[in-house]
């Protein structure tokens, strides 16, 4: 997410663990997204879709898109094909010496995108000036070196277009999720061998992934944002192993060309951790508390799981329901909680533990608050929907609170 902060010393096996789980989260992406089948991938064509690799090769055969990186993009291995507009293309003058290693054929509205991005979405992924340069800046020249943040750069800004130009909304959309197919496979051979001078590009093609995730339009009355065939959504592990992206990285993130993100992110971080931040938020969970403990009387390891994710949502809950600030939230303000939590409760959640499901809808207050953002725009409802159907009727009761809070409502109604 655009601010972020952790400690970033360097744990040794703990840190290789994480990383094993980020390549994890990217293979289980391409798996579900296609098996490369010819001429259609067979999950494809189970689910009655049409199959986005072979539009993507389409493309390639014909000459259009993003043909190839040499230089740095081929030195780490990535060499990727990318969707292009039905309009012209245009070919970087081999003559300009500077250029001569990026041999590339750019769509046309692939160019619209970039300009659309350095213009104007990069501008919303954060309200601080010094971070949005740095996405405006440095990271176009990261994605440059890497085509897979690239292709994510793009479809970031294709969604963000769709928002202001309706008329080339479904074009945007299909646009999106190429570029998006297409990042997926190019970051593949990187996080296979990952290197730490990588470490930069590998955290905005996660970040920028967990974005999109959250950005892109809901696809049908099911379309799920939290649980997917039995585990918990990409967005959430790609989002979890940015931690472990940054650990491999160690101090490159605090002092080189991202460094202004994280300081941000540090000063954001303030609030959670000051000393009288978890006494503020408990009047907000104290009922849910003494809940969990009389379910838990028996189980002591149990208890402690959900006890120390009440206690780091309390720290969420004192900066998000903090009366009179009018400061407006960042991602930093609130996914501090989704990265801190343990691997104990999140499988809780992915195995749809009742408490676990009711935690996650108090979160789910804290999520609203950074709604302004345009690509969290409705994401708590469409989370309170989905644990609200996945919880059991006798502990719906206790997702009143979140939902009054929210505004969401089992049947649909937004009120506020």
């Known amino acids: 997410m655009p601010s972020q902060t952790f400690n970033t010393t360097p744990t040794g096996a703990c840190c290789t663990h994480g990383i094993t789980h980020f390549r994890a989260s990217v ?3 391409i798996e579900d997204w296609c098996d490369e089948g010819k001429p259609i991938c067979r999950n494809c064509e189970v689910h009655g879709v049409t199959c986005s690799l072979a ?7 014909s000459g259009h898109g993003i043909d190839s990186w040499t230089s740095s993009a081929s030195a780490s291995g ?42 104007a979405t990069c501008y919303t992924l954060s309200r601080a000036p010094t971070v949005q340069a740095v996405w405006r800046d440095q990271v176009p020249r990261i994605a440059f070196t890497m085509p897979a943040v690239l292709h994510t750069l793009l479809a970031i800004s294709a969604l963000h277009l769709a928002r202001s130009n309706q008329s080339k909304r479904t074009s945007c959309i299909a646009h999106a999720q190429l570029h998006h197919d297409t990042a997926v496979h190019a970051i593949v051979p990187i996080v296979t061998s990952p290197a730490q001078e990588n470490s930069a590009g590998m955290f905005l093609f996660a970040s920028l992934t967990c974005i999109f995730a959250c950005a892109r339009p809901p696809e049908g009355t099911d379309f799920l944002i939290l649980f997917e065939h039995g585990q918990l959504s990409q967005w959430v592990r790609l989002f979890r192993g940015t931690k472990a992206i940054i650990d491999y990285g160690n101090s490159e993130f605090h002092t080189g060309v991202l460094a202004p993100i994280f300081a941000n992110g ?21 009922e849910l508390r003494k809940m969990i403990c009389t379910e838990c009387s028996l189980d002591k390891s149990l208890h402690l799981v959900y006890q120390e994710a009440l206690d780091g949502l309390c720290r969420t809950l004192a900066v998000t329901m903090k009366p009179g600030d009018e400061r407006r939230l960042e991602t930093a303000d609130i996914f501090a909680w989704l990265l801190e939590v343990s691997d104990e409760y999140l499988e809780l959640l992915r195995q749809e533990e ?4 009711i935690i996650f809808a108090y979160f789910c207050v804290s999520v609203r608050q950074i709604e302004w953002m345009w690509w ?33 409502f089992p049947d ?3 009120r506020v």
């Open 27 to 29: 293979a289980s992406e």
């Open 55 to 61: 539009i993507a090769s389409t493309y390639i055969q």
């Open 78 to 119: 990535a060499q990727h094909a990318g969707p292009v507009s039905e309009s012209s293309s245009f070919q970087i003058p081999s003559s300009q010496s500077s250029l001569a290693a990026f041999q590339a054929k750019l769509a046309v509205f692939d160019l619209e995108l970039l300009h659309h991005y350095m213009t």
């Open 266 to 286: 540090s000063n954001l971080a303030a609030c959670r951790r000051h000393a009288h931040a978890l006494e503020q938020g408990q009047m907000y969970v104290w």
């Open 354 to 357: 009742p408490l676990a499901l």
């Open 376 to 408: 969290m725009e409705g994401l708590s409802g469409r989370l309170m929907k989905e644990l609200h159907s996945a919880l059991d009727e006798k502990y719906r009761s206790w997702l009143q609170w979140p939902q009054e809070q929210i505004g969401w």
């Open 412 to 414: 649909g109604a937004f």
